[in-house]
């Protein structure tokens, strides 16, 4: 028995019965994702047409699993991608709107620190001409 017939379907759930945890995938590259982002997709066509010819109830129990596997695989090499291109990005003078900061809609309009500490000449001229008075206060 080889292990694609389909007499040996136990092959199939116990090669890939645990969803995978995001956290081993972090750890791989980009090859070994993809390899098995294309195993877990054709299992996830296998089981739909176990579903579709009345294949068992563990078959089609799994499908879930395995849903959630390909989004966890995808979202690690998202994630990878797109640190890759923060890298590269990084030190440039304009940063692409996906790579900024999300924040809020105000706080990303608000003023900057610098911008807010800015005074008008006539407001720079107010302050150098009549200072703060300080006074001695006796305890």
Do not use: C, W
């Not at 759930?13 to 995938?25: D, P, Q, R, S």
């Not at 809020?104 to 407001?123: D, G, I, V, Y």
């Amino acid at each position: 028995l080889s292990p694609t017939s389909p007499q040996n379907s136990s092959f199939y759930f116990n090669t890939f019965a645990k969803m995978v945890k995001a956290y081993e995938l972090r750890g791989q590259s980009k090859e070994d994702l993809l390899k098995q982002l294309d195993e877990h997709r054709k299992e996830l066509s296998e089981l739909a047409v176990a579903k579709v010819t009345g294949g068992a109830a563990s078959k089609i129990a799994k499908i879930k699993s395995v849903r959630k596997s390909i989004a966890r695989i995808l979202t690690v090499h998202n994630q990878q991608q797109k640190e890759g291109i923060r890298k590269a990005a990084a030190g440039q003078k304009y940063i692409s709107k996906d790579l900024r900061a999300k924040k809020t809609r105000a706080m990303r309009r608000a003023l900057t620190k610098a911008e807010k500490s800015r005074k008008t000449l006539k407001a720079q001229k107010k302050a150098t001409h009549f200072p703060q008075r300080r006074y001695a206060v006796k305890a």
